[in-house]
């Protein structure tokens, strides 16, 4: 089976495409946008927070460890490319 668009894997894990709006009423995953997985975080986008409450919030989701999931690109960016080290599911995180 295809992977969506806003998922990669790589010879480490995976890279997972996404939005993130920060300073929502909950973090959670909000479904897609375009090629893009959008992702609801409670933190503000001040001094990196949302990049942590993003990070922490798919660590938990995934049920990896934190230090395994990191912002690859895009840390000033709404749009950001997510790495995950090792194995995951990142597909859950769209299922119902």
Excluded: C, Y
């Excluded at 920060?22 to 990196?48: C, F, M, N, Q, T």
Aim: glycine letters at 12%; a positive charge; proline letters at 4%.
């Amino acid at each position: 089976m295809a992977e969506p668009g806003w998922l990669r894997r790589t010879a480490l894990g995976w890279t997972l495409a996404v939005r993130v709006q920060p300073r929502a009423k909950r973090s959670e995953v909000a479904g897609l946008h375009g090629e893009r997985l959008k992702i609801r975080i409670a933190a503000p986008a001040l001094d990196g927070r949302a990049n942590d409450a993003l990070v922490a919030f798919l660590a938990g989701e995934l049920g990896v460890a934190r230090g395994r999931v990191a912002v690859a690109r895009g840390e000033r960016s709404r749009d950001k490319l997510v790495a995950v080290t090792g194995e995951a599911d990142p597909a859950r995180l769209v299922r119902g």
